[in-house]
């Protein structure tokens, strides 16, 4: 009886499905949804210009599908939240110039630090990824649109509120809302993160914490939905001409990426459910014997999948961007390719060395610390494929290049840092120090947002059409790159000093290097100022660039399509009446003696 | 057909994958015949299938990856990265021979003072 029921039910619900699709078909014609409504094509030989008038102002950026407007909406979206996350350091560091309390007290403290890692990781470094894939992805493979340019747009909006959720925390306690910003650090460890008190009444950030996990498993949704449309695009829309052997090493890198979300965010939505579920509803998922352990083991599961989600893209940006200001092609193309490939599936067999100290059996270790050991040598690869192309090279330092070599020079010293701590007895020494905390510095901000810096100058031409200030770029460089050494390798040594991590108090041995830190992060604060108003500035009132090979690229023949691409674009656009000024500039293209653009 | 893709310069590329392969194959040999914690199914299985399913998901994707992008080579023109329809672009040799040597001749020759402005 009861199975005839579920039958029953289960015709029923057919039924429905269909009769809601038959309705659907009905009221709209989804065939004229064309993937190129919007949007520009001129690409190869089919070049057309089919751009449909789009409406003005608000409206457009709040229903556009276009993936070059998605891509600045992701960049702009990425930049605010790196300015957010920014500020929240600079108040830190502050804190930290003195042993003891003095601005900010320890729960403000610990908010700052958990809303600090997770704004930097998915609120900046995921969309400032998806910014630059959005916008050249589908020019560069010479496809007409995103696959699923709607589920772009989706994925983006799904974005602010997320935002909004993970910080909620921090309004809610001035507006009287009775809880707090979550204090669980990013990793979000149980038992700290599960509530001893109940969901609400715990003392690390009561209903924070809530709104926290829901607005991270929102971003985890957008960054899947972006994932499978760039999986379809790079699989279904490309030139006929664009072979996989002709695939640019960008594509490839986010191809990868892709992929890694596929896998890693589901796993991690999951787990962020079941933290919802312990909290809210009773389960005892975390909270029965191994439960800690099994947090940990899902968290890292997909949280070390992410730092390869992040690094990889921008590893295809200085792999895209160093050969043009090499002015040769980039060593061992392939090298770099199949090297992206091995670090995509190494990514998931290296989480647990996140969790060397845990007490985990060492047979289980030592299996974690191997394949540690081994995913070291594809990123050395590339490492030697980008110095090599560099030997012998038409090098010019512009403000791309400079921050594709301070990427390089950056990455050394964190990818060495790294593969200390893939091993075992060097780990248990330095685990929970500020060793680790300066050693993956090194890498998001020494190397991930220095790649970021590389793509926003290089391609800073193409999307505004207008040219940046050199020498702002430049100081900004100089300021960003003596920061991060400052700040980040007194961290290392402070780590070597055995300063443990997450503190916002420490011992008075510790100040000396601490005030050479925080100096450090001043520096880089400046330079980041620097560049925000060289960016707003320079979009705004940057002189107009005229040529469509503003960087000089086919001297050395290292020109590419986007830029043919931009080149039609202006032409277009004086056919159409636009206005054609004079004295356009370059940051190291041409012409070299008005390179400085002020 | 498969051995006509993986010829030797194909295999020449994919040598880059086989480096941790390597490492992975030295590690499990060393904990194989070392067996410095004893074997213990519960443990001991774990360690493996982790380092194996590395071993495994490695080569079958640098061995999809690698008849994909060499199987394209042999069956259309190749291009510098992002030069695959842009005017006037010039097909490369896919495995490079020459292709840095020529280069680094002609850079060489192109390298002028100017760089020092920059």
């Known amino acids: ?598 | 057909m498969a051995t006509k893709i993986f010829d030797k310069d194909t295999i020449l590329d994919l040598t880059v994958n086989f480096v941790p392969l390597g490492i992975l194959a030295v590690f499990i040999g060393i904990f194989v015949f070392a067996d410095p914690w004893g074997f213990d199914l519960r443990a001991s299985l774990p360690m493996y299938l982790i380092m194996f399913s590395m071993v495994i998901s490695l080569g079958i994707l640098t061995y999809i990856s690698g008849k994909a992008i060499a199987g394209d080579e042999k069956k259309a023109e190749v291009y510098s990265q992002g030069q695959a329809f842009l005017d006037g672009a010039e097909p490369i040799d896919p495995h490079g021979h020459g292709e840095n040597s020529e280069e680094t001749d002609e850079h060489e020759s192109k390298t002028d003072p100017e760089n020092e402005e920059h």
């Open chain 1, 1 to 598: 009886m009861e199975i005839n029921a579920q039958i029953a039910l289960t015709v029923f619900m057919g039924v429905l499905l269909v009769a809601v699709a038959a309705w659907l078909t009905r009221i709209e014609d989804w065939r004229s949804y064309s993937s190129t409504a919007g949007g520009v094509v001129s690409q190869g030989e089919r070049s057309e210009y089919i751009e449909q008038e789009k409406p003005a102002g608000l409206i457009r950026w709040l229903t556009t599908v276009d993936h070059k407007d998605i891509g600045i909406l992701y960049g702009i979206y990425g930049l605010t939240a790196f300015a957010v996350g920014g500020l929240m350091v600079v108040l830190m560091r502050v804190e930290l110039a003195t042993p003891s309390t003095t601005l900010v007290g320890p729960a403000l403290y610990n908010s700052l630090m958990t809303s600090h890692g997770i704004t930097m990781l998915f609120l900046f470094g995921t969309p400032i990824i998806a910014a630059f894939s959005n916008y050249l992805i589908p020019l560069i493979i010479g496809a007409d649109d995103m696959a699923f340019p709607r589920i772009n747009a989706i994925a983006f909006w799904l974005l602010p509120p997320s935002a909004l959720m993970i910080w909620a925390g921090f309004f809610a306690g001035p507006l009287g809302l009775g809880f707090e910003a979550p204090q669980t650090a990013w990793t979000l460890y149980t038992p700290l993160s599960t509530g001893s008190a109940g969901g609400s009444l715990d003392p690390a950030g009561g209903a924070g914490i809530d709104l926290m996990l829901l607005g991270l498993h929102l971003s985890g949704v957008a960054a899947t939905m972006g994932a499978i449309n760039f999986i379809a695009t790079i699989f279904t829309q490309r030139d006929e001409n664009v072979t996989w052997a002709n695939l640019d090493i960008f594509s490839w890198t986010i191809l990868t990426q892709s992929g890694l979300i596929l896998f890693a965010f589901p796993l991690l939505g999951s787990a962020l459910l079941m933290l919802l579920a312990d909290r809210n509803f009773g389960t005892s998922f975390f909270l029965a014997d191994g439960g800690n352990l099994l947090w940990q083991h899902l968290f890292w599961f997909f949280g070390h999948p992410e730092v390869y989600i992040l690094v990889l893209p921008m590893m295809g940006i200085v792999s895209y961007v160093l050969p043009r200001f090499a002015g040769r092609k980039l060593f061992g193309f392939k090298f770099v390719v199949y090297s992206t490939l091995a670090i995509g599936v190494l990514s998931f067999g290296v989480w647990a060395h996140h969790m060397f100290a845990t007490g985990m059996d060492p047979r289980l270790r030592a299996s974690f610390m191997a394949v540690s050991m081994a995913i070291a040598i594809p990123s050395a690869v590339k490492t030697f494929n980008w110095i090599t192309t560099l030997w012998n090279g038409r090098i010019r330092l512009t403000t791309p290049m400079l921050f594709c070599i301070g990427f390089v020079s950056n990455f050394i010293i964190g990818g060495v840092t790294g593969v200390f701590l893939a091993s075992i007895p060097v780990d248990l020494v330095l685990h929970d120090t500020y060793y680790v905390v300066g050693h993956f510095h090194y890498i998001v901000m020494g190397a991930i947002a220095f790649a970021g810096f590389a793509g926003i100058y290089y391609w800073f031409p193409l999307v505004t059409g207008r040219m940046y200030q050199a020498t702002l770029g430049k100081a900004h460089f100089w300021l960003s790159f003596i920061g991060t050494n400052i700040t980040f390798f007194a961290m290392i040594l402070l780590g070597y000093g055995g300063m443990p991590r997450r503190y916002a108090t420490y011992l008075p041995q510790f100040t000396s290097l601490n005030v050479i830190a925080t100096v450090g992060a001043m520096i880089l604060f400046v330079g980041q100022i620097i560049f925000v108003w060289n960016l707003v500035n320079s979009w705004y009132a940057g002189k107009r660039v005229e040529s469509g090979d503003p960087w000089d690229l086919k001297r050395d023949g290292v020109h590419t399509v986007e830029w043919q691409w931009f080149d039609r674009k202006i032409e277009t656009a004086i056919t159409d009446g636009g206005e054609e000024e004079q004295n356009a500039v370059t940051d190291g293209g041409e012409p070299i003696d008005k390179s400085e653009n002020n």
